[in-house]
């Protein structure tokens, strides 16, 4: 999977350069113009999508997809040991997604002075899971949005690249602006896949999607270095 990972990389990056090159500057502009609106859109209703997706059966997915790795994990340690434990498989996960885990610790210390075993894998359940299913729901969001959002507006700036292409001063250089366009657009596209399997791969242990789980960016070449820098993580 990690090669895979470096393969679609080098696609994405790979495509979006010789498409560039051979349709030229002005329609690589108005890719790029679609881009960059499309990534504003991602911007203002990731979290409207990601709120409309939580409702749905995948949110389930997601939700019970945690609840059964703490199971598997409750069957061979107590839940007062397993909370506690800062080397073992609970809390090493929760950080990989972003999870306080000394905060949850704390929680957790409490709730074992109260409750039996059955009702704190419960509320350890609720706590971790509702973080996790937002992560998801966003990472699977920003897709959504990204991709629908640059295929209508390829759709609608098709008849305007008709009309500037004709223009005598843009045939010159169309064909090399266009590859240094396509170049930062590369970029972008990049960033985004690697930003939304960062999501997926960090939380596969928990959602149970086992495709994800074998990525591991140190094993990888060029997706580390994409997600070491992480441009877009605020948008989660």
Known sequence: MNILVDLIILAIAGVTIFLAGKRGFIKTAVTAASSLIAL?????????LAGILGATPLADVVYNGTASFVEELAENESIADLVQDEEGPLLSTLDKVGVDTEAFSDWAAELV?????AVMREKIVEYVAEPVTSLVMK?????????????LLKLAAGLLT???EKLPFVRQANTLLGLVLGCVLALVRVFIFCAVIGILASTADLTGWEIFASIDPAQTYLYRLFDAIQILQFLF
């Open 113 to 117: 002075t109260e409750e039996d075993e």
């Open 139 to 151: 990472a699977l969001s920003v897709l959504i949005l990204y991709v629908g959002a640059v295929l």
């Open 162 to 164: 008709g009309i500037v």
């Open 40 to 48: 504003v859109v991602v911007i203002c209703f990731t979290g409207v």
